[in-house]
């Protein structure tokens, strides 16, 4: 069996999640009519998932569904933690359930990243985690120099020296030594890492927690990034 | 065009006015017409290490207040016809250069001179940045220990924002590192930053390594640049430098320290 007319594949696709706050029809037609009518050819059979995690136990699926699709929308499926009844519910119902990376994790790592999920959960989001841009900067950063990225990440090919701050909303990667001050997540995104290929940094801060360099010796002097995970500062090697 | 280099640290007593005196008279031995200036205003120095103080009559201030003509406040060496020297006025203070008016002394000079090397004030206050300001190169002054080294690359980055060619946006000002008073044994030691560790913190292209030497202070208060000591490691290792600045490749000596041979073994040599 060499040419197989049909083959299976797994490939991770961008969809767009509907959180839905109420289960009350009436009033997610209103609200979703009103979010249509702002870009009609943007909805124009969007493919979309329904997260129905705030949700209380008395869903119409159904209705949901057609609801969606008065909307032009093309249904997928439901998402959310939910125990396994509801999923059972949802499946012998003929609908799919699709997880995501998120709910499939340890109940720990669900608890830290909620707050994550109450910033980006307007009624409609078309992204799940914040998307920054990136600030690139070529060359070193000297001493007394400060280089801050509002509403992004800071991408730096070259070395951060020692007595030179670099600061981001998001991420900031250093494609050199780190010897200097980093701040990510300056206004406030725990979910903000910092990488860098030679870790001698002053001072380290995410979301406003910081180390000083003593709090970073294990992976001092080589590739290692710094997140935030189990609500404290985490350094990890990098390669 | 006339090339202009600023001798620059940011750190105090690393040898900016030693290496200016010893390689502006280098230059001006090869052949080219140098002219030094002095801009560590009211810590008039250069003249001293030159060896002509008692032939200052007007200054670089004086010129800039047009109380003098350029030709006036110039000082002609003694020992190298095509070198010159502008020395610092003693009385005023750095408040007292302005951009505009430097400006149009270095061009003045330009039309004269192949090689315009200013000799800067410590710090990074206005009278360093002044100093800096019109250079199209920079030879950063590095002693090999950590407090130089950080001085170093904050004035880096002033020659990276604060100079013209950053506010025009022009090719930037080419940086050499030149580090001095370097001493091979206590780097063996442990005691001192190595070679390599000062280019690895400031990553610019190595233009020199002066030895810790005895002439250097001899050199000083004899008011004879320490390049005129041939027989010396740091007037040897000065002449390197020149040749390179003059685009020729010459192998770095001075970095190891001398294994030391029987006889000085036995006679504690």
């Known amino acids: 069996m060499t040419d197989a007319s049909i083959e299976f594949k797994g490939s991770s696709f961008t969809l767009s999640v509907l959180h839905l706050k109420t289960s009350k029809l009436a009033e997610l037609r209103k609200e979703l009519a009103k979010k249509v009518a702002q870009a009609p050819d943007f909805f124009y059979l969007v493919p979309v998932v329904i997260c129905i995690e705030k949700l209380d136990c008395s869903i119409d699926y159904q209705g949901i569904k057609a609801l969606i699709e008065e909307f ?51 009624v409609i989001s ?74 001698e940094a002053e001072l380290v801060s995410i979301n406003g927690n910081y180390w000083l360099s003593e709090s970073m010796e294990q992976h001092w002097g080589s590739p290692a990034y710094i997140h935030f995970t189990d609500s404290e500062l985490t350094l990890s090697k990098l390669i | 065009m006339a090339r202009i280099i600023v001798v620059t640290s940011g750190k105090g007593g690393v040898g900016k006015t030693t290496s200016s005196a010893a390689i502006g008279l ?21 003249d001293l290490i030159m060896g002509c103080e008692r032939r200052v009559v ?47 002394v270095l061009e003045e000079l330009g039309k004269t001179y192949d090689y315009i090397i200013c000799d800067s004030p410590a710090g990074i206050e206005a009278g360093a940045m002044m100093a800096l300001y019109y250079a199209d190169e920079a030879i950063v002054t590095t002693n090999p220990e950590v407090s130089s080294v950080r ?42 930053l190595s070679v390599e560790d000062v280019e690895d913190i400031l990553s610019i292209p190595l233009l020199g390594v002066i030895p810790e030497s005895q002439a250097v202070l001899k050199a000083s208060n004899a ?26 490749s010459v192998d770095f000596r001075f970095l190891l320290a001398e294994k030391k041979g029987i006889f000085s073994r036995m006679f504690g040599g």
């Not at chain 2, 090869?30 to 120095?45: A, M, P, Q, T």
């Not at chain 2, 060496?77 to 400006?103: H, M």
């Open chain 1, 72 to 122: 032009n929308f093309t249904f997928v499926g439901f998402t959310g933690s939910i125990d396994k009844e509801q999923r059972t519910l949802i499946r012998e119902l003929g609908f799919s359930f699709v997880n995501t990376a998120r709910t499939n994790t340890s109940k720990k790592q669900v608890i830290t990243e909620r707050p994550i999920e109450q910033e980006t959960s307007e």
């Open chain 1, 126 to 199: 078309n992204t799940q985690v914040k998307l920054y841009s990136d600030k690139i900067h070529r060359g070193q950063i000297r001493s007394g120099q400060q280089i801050y990225a509002k509403d992004q990440n800071l991408v730096i090919i070259g070395s951060v020296s020692a007595g030179a701050e670099v600061i981001a909303d998001g991420n900031i990667h250093v494609y050199g030594a780190l010897r200097g001050r980093a701040i990510a997540g300056a206004k406030g995104h725990h979910r903000a890492q910092i990488y860098c290929q030679n870790l």
């Open chain 2, 26 to 46: 280098g230059l001006a031995l090869k052949g080219h017409k140098v002219v030094l200036i002095d801009f560590d205003i009211g810590l008039r120095n250069l």
């Open chain 2, 58 to 104: 007007y200054d670089f201030v004086n010129v800039i207040n047009g109380e003098a003509t350029l030709n006036q406040a110039l000082i002609k060496d003694k020992r190298v016809s095509s070198l010159s020297i502008l020395p610092a006025s003693q009385t005023r203070d750095k408040d007292a250069l302005n951009k505009e008016n430097v400006g149009k």
């Open chain 2, 151 to 192: 001085d170093s690359d904050r004035i880096l980055g002033m020659l990276a924002s604060r100079s013209r060619r950053a506010e025009l946006d022009l090719e930037p000002i080419k940086e050499h590192l030149l580090l001095t008073r370097y001493s091979p044994k206590r780097v063996e030691e442990g005691e001192m």
């Open chain 2, 223 to 248: 008011g004879e640049p320490v390049i005129l000591d041939t027989e010396s490691d740091a007037g040897k290792a000065y002449q390197d430098v020149v040749d390179r600045l003059l685009g020729e």
